[in-house]
């Protein structure tokens, strides 16, 4: 019988946790803009930098300090070494954001060629191979997901954030034609799996970011049409960001486990009988960014950067509908690999960023074939 929390997720979270408490609450931050890093300590060899920014007339803020945006960039370009220009946001399109913040995103995604679409009920519920009452082709699922973001971070180190899909299944199979004896296709779409967690940034200087979050999901999607999972479950997890000059490094090590889930009906004698096809995945994954082109104009920061991602996802625990060989209706997903490739370009301008991207498997086993993605951001 498998635990509903495995022993390294906990201690995953209590190590967490230790690191947080050891630290402490840091003291106040230093004054920052919506566009870049909390400044650095100024190197003795930058305190003699001037420049036209530098020495031009700002108004001053009542502490004393410059409101002109353009001389604290220049600030912060001087003590991170001459041209460097940090920008406080992540720059990934499908990993997940080491950068807390005050930030709503609207996404799309088009999939296809789902080969196993319940395997460890990760994004699906079990099928017909467990008698469920909806199902889809194997290997040619189809989707399409609207999912709106949102975060709120409602302390120097802390946010919150919600995420809430709505789903649409292209070709579910759908009621059977009495007349031609077939399956037909149909279009299931509704409310998917509503996301919800907390961020605690345990590191955040100098363009360096690592962050650690929790989510949890929870099953408000109608899994008998695709919709969602059936089960809640949780996730926990590590993000970083790091910045040298044109060039972002960011990552993720995530680790997701079903809470409940739909137990496999088997035979007596089928090993798998009573096991839960739900299960536990581990979510890894290491991305680039690279600007190429940035400028700051009349106060706003823009910048256009090319970005690529590795992604990957090894099950540890878990079934999977079988593809009928040797007439097996449920297989172990246990061991199952999955690693993606994704490109893409975002654009940031001021508070708002655009990004396009694709993704595609590398991997016999995969979650989709092909993906693209769209995204609209705005930051606040």
């Not at 970011?209 to 899994?223: E, F, R």
Request: glycine share 12%; charged share 15%; hydrophobic share 40%.
């Amino acid at each position: 019988m498998r635990r509903p929390l495995p022993s390294r997720l906990i201690a995953l979270w209590l190590a967490i946790a230790a690191v947080a408490w050891l630290g402490g609450w840091p003291s106040e931050a230093r004054a920052q803009t919506p566009w870049t890093t909390p400044a650095c300590d100024m190197p003795p060899a930058a305190a003699g930098n001037s420049s036209p920014l530098a020495d031009s007339q700002a108004p001053t803020l009542a502490d004393g300090s410059s409101s002109d945006i353009s001389l604290q960039l220049n600030e912060q370009s001087a003590a991170l070494g001459g041209d460097t220009f940090a920008v406080t946001d992540g720059v990934g399109g499908y990993l997940d954001n080491a950068v807390l913040g005050n930030r709503v995103r609207f996404r799309y995604d088009h999939l296809k060629g789902n080969n196993f679409a319940d395997r460890a009920e990760y994004l699906y519920a079990a099928g017909l191979a467990n008698g469920g009452p909806a199902g889809v082709p194997l290997g040619n699922l189809r989707y399409q997901e609207f999912k709106t973001y949102v975060e709120w971070q409602f302390h120097k180190q802390v946010s919150v954030f919600g995420e809430f899909p709505i789903r649409i299944i292209d070709n579910a199979i759908g009621q059977l034609d009495l007349i031609t004896q077939q399956l037909d296709n149909t279009q299931n779409a509704g409310a998917g799996d509503v996301t919800a967690g907390i961020r605690y940034a345990l590191l955040q200087q100098c363009g360096s970011y690592v962050t650690a979050q929790l989510k949890v999901y929870v099953p408000t999607g109608d899994a008998s049409n695709y919709l969602g999972t059936g089960h809640a479950s949780i996730e926990a997890g590590v993000l970083f960001q790091h910045q040298w000059d044109r060039l972002t490094v960011f990552g993720q090590l995530l680790d997701w486990q079903a809470t409940s889930g739909t137990r496999f009906d088997g035979l007596r004698q089928d090993p798998l009988a009573g096991d839960l096809f739900s299960g536990n995945v581990l979510n890894y994954g290491l991305g680039l960014g690279l600007d190429l082109g940035r400028r700051v104009d009349h106060c706003t920061v823009s910048r256009l950067t090319l970005v690529f991602e590795v992604v990957g996802w090894s099950v540890l625990d878990g079934l999977r509908s079988g593809n009928g060989a040797g007439f097996q209706p449920v297989e172990d997903a246990t061991g199952d690999t999955i690693v993606n490739g994704k490109y893409g370009l975002r654009y940031t301008l001021g508070h708002n960023t655009v990004y396009v991207g694709y993704g595609t498997a590398w991997t016999e086993d995969r979650w989709y074939s092909d993906l693209l993605r769209v995204e609209l951001g705005h930051r606040f």
